[in-house]
Each structure stands twice: as structure tokens, then as C-alpha cells.
């Protein structure tokens, strides 16, 4: 097995003839990237999804009858490599393995495409090494239980994405495994429903790239609301920039620490900020102009500072304001598409779904309308690489045309892949009746 | 949609006694809908009835509204509503996930931006509801959220109500699905009088259509296409372009927040008398609305600069919601979208027509009128609006 992965590696880096060894090690940037904890082997409670026999074709079941994807998810500054089973006799999905690991830019910096490529070609090989050995720590050879390799195909940062592309048509070629091109959206929403056990909900997607409400209608995921500029996580992104919090392990995690200086007894003050929603759309990009302006003016108190008159404002003020002016936003456009639909429960997924302010104020909104919150911690929320596997495992076992690629024909990223242009062929067909 | 805790949302503080209880139309997103029957206050001399409260004035410029009293509002809904004595509250309620200053604020200023909006469209002969009154409450005198559950912070308890007409009829939206259903069979709609937001259990096929819907499941339920559609697609482009002219963009069009007070449920070939039907159709929900500039061109000096004195972005923006609304909600409607836009156009073609009558014949008859010009660049707009979204396949 060892030289299989020398072969990957190899070529990793003759795709990226500029990085070279010694000048990896000694650059800043890839030494600075932070692990998460390991994820613990529990069984996900799945909905009810026989999968169709006629498509059996496509893949072949390992020795123990149990179907199992890998994988490989590197769209933004996060690489991630997932091990999916699907046992028939259960009916259960389980995550086997789901190793993660995040590129961290310096203080003051965002992410930048071609550090980002460097970190993930460093890292993808050690991934799945240490994917296939955690799901399966007495084989040889993992490598002969896997059915199929998913791998991200958009949308996202072009260089991340090809660097994890090519590790995906590597290891197909190598263990002659089909390939299987996911979007990255539709895998957020299949890993939070297959997760959450939540059959039909309005989805919240929120992350640093993407801000999408998101229902199910007539085969496809309808995107009723998205943001017109830029993304929630990256206005959160820009901000910690601006005012110096640290990108580790996620400058939106700090603005979150911030904020939760808020307490009854001592309260933060609330700055108004510009709110902006249009019908189901919302914007971000002139809140965070005016935001950046506010810490310009002499109201404003550096780090360190006392607080003189009740004007001035603090970091942490910033932060609390910030917060409850764009997750009121966000609540409301998924509130008027529950409305809409006349849906219930609603699911939020990304990397910014994980703030636990914005899950309490979704759930005080669910609450009113009489639904249910589902939410998940980080391990599912943020990018992982089971969501790849998970929806690449539906896209298998329901063989969608569109996923299921024909050698490695067809596996060239897109940057710009929206999630209304994935077929949902594992979803029923079904208009969705108005009924609240 | 009901667990086993919730009790359902409890009437504004204003209506928390009134006789029959108001009964909840919709919950929509932002706002309570009640319907209040007020038949029972018939008496001129029913001064315990609460007054509204208006804590609003209406911008320079604008009349402000007339405002009634609950027993005044009897009288005035008689002449409106065939004797049948009911209204609309619209009731903005506090959201206990925002932060109570800014739910204020946003509670606020919204309720008066709707009153504004709708007052001004109701003189630009636009058909939407009549204001009625606003009133609006504080934690202290009210009592809103009281039986939603006993954690409600009590800072954040303030609401809103806009008085309002009642429309008769249905939503467009409904319109166009219960035409599109092949199960719905025609007698069980004819003359059913439906609410604001008119909902599906409330209908008797519903049920049935619920069981011939898993049969069919893999069938694909397109938008009926007929001239009774079509003509309602086209009605509605005219009244969107004529609340442009008027300077009001609606911001939330949406299928639901269009009403059409008289459905015709037969189709065009069942029966000749219908080919003459005409849709009335009342715009409603002015929730997001925002009011600019009417557009003015003066056809005496032809400058071009005149076609500029309008703003394009912002209803392009409008425009574009609906079209996202109708292909979002009703599969293959794509002729119809087709429709509103022939339809918006060509009300500014009227505009021409009838100012040029006015002006007595001003230059040659071969250029395109000066609102013909505003309808055009609003449709360019539109283009470069469409292309906006983000990670667009065929943009970048």
C-alpha cells in the first residue's frame, strides 16, 4: 500500500512543479495548519433509502455485502477525507473515518488559492492514509472495501479544488475504483438530512463561500434566497481581519467568543448596522463597508483601552452587533421561505451553521412557527469529506447520470456549480403542496 | 405543523377581547393575518369599542389616512364588503430571536413604510387594500406573546397592526396550481370565497388530491397554460408596470401576494361567455416595500437625459423577484413570465399613447415614446439582474 501512496504524491507535486520540498517546509504557511479532534465512530440514523437493485451495475459490494465511499472534500482552506459504509441488513449509513485538516492564514490574511493548494496537496495523501486505516485498522489493504472515490467538483477555490481532483483520479486509476463528482452544496444538504434524520426540510446553507435557503421541489434543491454579494462567512472573515482576531481555528469561531461576552448583568452594547434584506435575498457587503468604517471612528476603543463615554464601542460590541444585524437576516429569509413552502422544520448547514447564536435564534423562530431546529456540531457541519462520500454514495446507488463519471472522463473542477443543477434523483419527483 | 406545546399565536392586545375571537388567516413570515369580524359592534353607539391609535403621520406630500375607530370601521367595511363587516389586521409581532432594539426599529419603520406605500399606490388608482388605521403597542400596555410560552422577554414584546381591507378571493398562486391540478374537479371551487393566503385543507378535493399525488408521483405537474392564465399573467404585468410608473416598488412580489378577486375556475373552452373575462387583481403584502420618484417624462423637449429620471435598478430588481417567484413555484410557467412582461411593456406603451393625445402630436410618430424608452431600459436592467447570481454557470 505504501507505494501507492508514493505514487500519488508523486504526482501531487509534478502537477505543481513550482513546490518543491525544501521550499514547502520552509514556507510559513503550511506549518501553520490546525488538526481536528478524531471523529468517533458512531452510526448515523438514516432516513428509510433502499437503494434500487437495478443500479448495481455501477459498483460491486465489498466481501461483507456493505457498500463504502470515500470521500475527498477540498473546496475551500479545509481537506477532508471521509469513509462511508452503507450496510444493507441495517439499512444505516455509518461513518467509518473523517479526517480533517484546515489551512490557518497568519492573523490579518485571508486564504489565498495557491497557499491553500500547497496545504491540501501536502496533507490529501496522509488523509487517506489515515482515513483508510482508521476505518479499517486490521486490513492490509483497506483499500479493497471501497466501492467508489467521491470527490468534490465545485463550487470553490479553483487550485484547492484540482489539487484534491487529482488525488480522486489517482486513487481511481490506481485501485480502478469509479469515480463519482459531487457538489458541494447538495453533499452539505444529504450529509445534515442523513444526519439529522430530517426528511424534507428548508435548508440553511451558510458558509464562507455560500449563503443559500435552499427547499426541495420537482427533483431539484431550489435556491429561494441567496446572498446578492458576498457570503455570510466571509463578511464574519473580513471583519476578524479587520480588527485583528485570529483566523485559529476559524476567525468566525472568535467573533463567536466575542459576542458571548454578552451576558444579562453585563450586557454589550448594540450598534445599529445597516440591514439588508431584498424579498428572499439578502446583502453583506455594504454592512461590512459600514462595519470597517465604525472601527475607524473615534468612537471606537482599541484593545486594551477603557471605555470613557457610553458612545464608544469595543471589538466585542462590533462583534455582538455583527452578529445579531446578519443572523436577524438570515432568520428572517428562511423564515419567509418556511412561509413560503409552508415547511416546518428547518436544517442549517456550512461552517457558519455551527455558531451557536444562530442556531438558539433559529430555534426561537422555529419555535414560534410550531417546527423543529436540526443542527449539527462541527464534524458535519464544516466542510468534511462523508459529506462527499454521502452524497456521492446516493448519486451511486441511485445511479445519477450526471455523478457517476466514466473513468476520469468528465472530472475537471468548476468554480461555479450551482445547486439548482444537480439532478436529485434519489428524491422522489413531487411537487411541493402548499400545506401549513 | 402543530406539537403537542403549541398553542397557536395569541390576537394583538387591541382585538385580545373583541367578539367573535379574530381568526388567524395566515402566519406569515413577518406578520400575523387576522380576520376580525366586526358585525357584532353594528351599533353607532358602541363607544366602549377602543379606538386605533395612530401613532403614525403620513410623509409631507401625502394626505394622511383617515383612521377609524372599531365601531367606525363597521360602517366603512359595509360599504366596502357587501354587508359582511370584516377586516384585516395585519399584526407585525415581535421576533424574540432579534435583538429588541433592532426588532423595534425594523417593526417600526416597516409598518409605516407599508401604510405609506399602500396609501400611495390606492392614489395612483394601483388595486390594493385600503388602510384602515395603524396601531401599535408596547410591552407595557400590551399583552402580545402572553400565551406563546411563559420565557417571553418582556423587552422584546412590542407589535404593530396595519387595519386593512378584506380582498375576497384567492391567491394567484393558488389560481394557477388549482388550475394546473387535473384532480381538482371544478364544482368544488366554484364561488368558494377563499382567504388571503388560501390553503389547501381548507379545500374538500384536498384530501383526495393528496392520495392521487403519491400515485402518481413520478408524474411532472406542469402550470396550465390556458387564455384564462395567460390573461391573469398579462392583467398582472400592466398593474405591476402602472405601480412603477406610480413609483412604488413592491419589493416581495411574489405569486402569494398577488390576489385575484374573481377566479374563474371553468376553462376558456368549456364556455364563449368566459373569452371575455377580465381578472381583477389586487397586489397585497407591501411588507418590503419602498417608494421613489414617480416616473415623469415630459414629451416637449425630447432630451434624452429624461429617460434616466427613474430608477431602473430597483425595479428591475422587482421585476426579477417575480419572475424567480414564478418559476421557483410553478413549474414550466416560462409563457406566462413571457406574458407579465408583454403585459408590462405594454402599459407603458399606453402611457405614450395617452400623453401623446394630451400633447397633441408631438414629433414623429416612427420614435418609440419616452415611456415606451423607461419600460426598455427597466427590461435591459432585468438582463444584467438575471446574470448577477452568484456562481452562475455562465457568468465569470
Redesign the interface.
Known sequence: MRSFFNVIAVALFVSSPKVKFGASRSSPYLIMTSTDPPCPLEPIHNLPLPPPSHFSHLYTPNSSNQTVVLGIEGSANKVGVGVLSYDPSTQTYQTLSNPRKTYVSPVGFGFLPKETSWHHQAHVVGLVRAALSEAYPEDGEPQRNLSAIAFTLG?GMGGPLRSCAIAARTLSLLWNLPLIAVNHCIAHIEMGRVATSSSDPVVLYVSGG?TQVIAY??GRY?I?G???DIAVGNCLDRFARVVGLSNDPSPGYNIELEARKHTLENPLK?V?LP?V????DVSFSGLLTNIEELTKSTNFVKEGQEKEREEQFTVADLCYSLQ??IF?ML??IT??T???CGQ?SVLVVGGVGCNKRLQ???A??V?????TLCAMDHRYCIDNGAMIAQAGMFGLQYGSESMCLKGVEGSEC?????TD?VEVVWR????R???? | ???SE?F??SPPPELISHEPPPKLL?????ARVWLVDISSIRNDDATDAPPIKANVSVGSGINAPKLYSLSQLSSVSKDTDNNKMIFICKERFS?????P??DV??TKSRTKAEARCLIRCKKADVPCPTVFGIGQWSASDGKVGER??GTTNPAAASSSCLFLEHINGCTI??YF?ERSNPATEKSELTGEPHAKRA???EDPSDSA??DT?QAQ?????TTKIDSHTLVVAHTLGTLVAKMHAAGIIH????T?NIMLRNPSWTSAEDNDNNSSWEPQLVLIDFG?ATSTAPVQVNNNNNNKQNKQQHNAEDKA?DLY?LERAFL??H?ESEMLVEQVWKGYQSHYQGMDDESEMKTEDVGDTNSIGAYSCVANSVMNRLEQVRL??????Y??
Open positions: 463550487p455560500n421541489s420537482d431550489r429561494f441567496e446572498t446578492i448594540f445599529e440591514y434584506v431584498k424579498g428572499m445579531e444585524t436577524a432568520v428572517e423564515e419567509r418556511m412561509a413560503h416546518s438558539d435564534m433559529l426561537l423562530m419555535q414560534d412557527r410550531g417546527g468548476t468554480q461555479r456549480f450551482r443543477q422522489p419527483k413531487t411537487r403542496k402548499h400545506i401549513s | 405543523m402543530s406539537t403549541w397557536g399565536p395566515s402566519q406569515g413570515a413577518e421576533k424574540k430571536y432579534r435583538h432594539q433592532l426599529s425594523l406563546n410560552s398562486r393558488h396550481e390553503r389547501c385543507e388530491n393528496s399525488n408521483v413520478q408524474d411532472r405537474i419589493g416581495d412580489l411574489t402569494s418590503l430588481v423577484v421557483s413555484t413549474p448577477r447570481g452568484r456562481k452562475r454557470e457568468f465569470g
